[in-house]
């Protein structure tokens, strides 16, 4: 691959995408092929999500206007990941979660780019890795009971949101007031709770229905909304397809998981 020709800016379907965002899409696509590599060594099941995905399939790489890349595992491949990422990348590439990056919460996993700096507007002043990333969510399962949903999911979004007010939102630099009031009621939670345990207490009621294998599945620990929960057998297995200039896996079902999650996906929405 010729990357000086790829950083170059150039119109992609009627959106100019300059220098400095093929700098960002180049990083992360860097992230991705080492994922892949890990990926194939072990084993592992990944499939291309959310805008990433719908990229994939539209224009063969990345939406001309995003500047991420998203990724889902089914949780039994996720956990593995996680039980090996801290080993196996390494040197520019650092395997961010929880545990491995102290000041952190979130409820997936991010690999990053420690040679780069992208740091969130309202995350200034945080101190861990802020890094260009890509972010890998785990599939789990929801219940199909609406009732049991609308519970699950409120107690879900109410605990990690919690976590995340209290080590996430810096109250110096957020200009949200709501934000900031949310910071100082959840702080003092965790002087009494170690945020890894509470963290751990969280994943463990994500995971509640995982046994139920005939249920349907979605990144419900980071977007648990009825129009991004999928058929399991939507990703039962891959294909590979086209992502700029790699081959990434995508679910055999990605027409299905498209078509619920954003309608007529390939009419473009700017």
Avoid at 218 to 235: A, L, Q, T, V
Avoid at 245 to 270: E, H, N, Q, R
């Amino acid at each position: 691959m010729d990357k000086q020709r790829f950083l170059k800016g150039e119109e992609i379907d009627g959106y100019y995408v300059d220098e400095n965002m093929k700098k960002v899409w180049l990083s992360e696509l860097d992230i991705l092929e080492k994922l892949i590599v890990v990926c194939k060594k072990y084993n592992l099941k990944y499939f291309l999500a959310g805008g990433t995905l719908l990229g994939c399939i539209r224009h063969k790489g990345f939406i001309p206007w995003d500047d991420d890349i998203d990724i889902d595992m089914l949780r039994e491949d996720y956990e593995k990941l996680i039980e090996i990422g801290p080993k196996e990348f390494t040197g520019k590439f650092f395997f961010q979660t929880v545990d491995t990056d102290k000041n952190y919460y979130r409820p997936h996993i991010q690999i990053r780019n420690s040679e780069t700096t992208a740091i969130v507007e309202h995350e200034k002043g945080l101190e861990f890795n802020q890094g260009i990333f890509i972010d890998i969510f785990p599939l789990d399962a929801a219940p199909n009971n609406r009732v049991k949903r609308f519970i699950h999911s409120r107690l879900t979004y109410l605990i990690n949101g919690i976590g995340y007010a209290a080590v996430m939102i810096n109250p110096k630099v957020n200009e949200s007031i709501l934000k900031i009031i949310a910071h100082y009621l959840a702080k003092p939670i965790f002087w009494f709770i170690d945020y890894h345990t509470y963290f751990n207490w969280f994943e463990k009621i994500i995971a509640k229905y995982n046994n139920e294998k005939y249920l349907d599945i979605g990144e419900i620990s980071f977007d648990y909304h009825d129009k991004c929960i999928w058929k399991r057998e939507w990703f039962n297995e891959t294909v590979e397809l086209d992502f700029e200039y790699l081959k990434a896996s995508c679910p055999v079902g990605y027409d299905l998981v498209l078509s619920k999650t954003f309608g007529d996906y390939m009419t473009p929405v700017k």
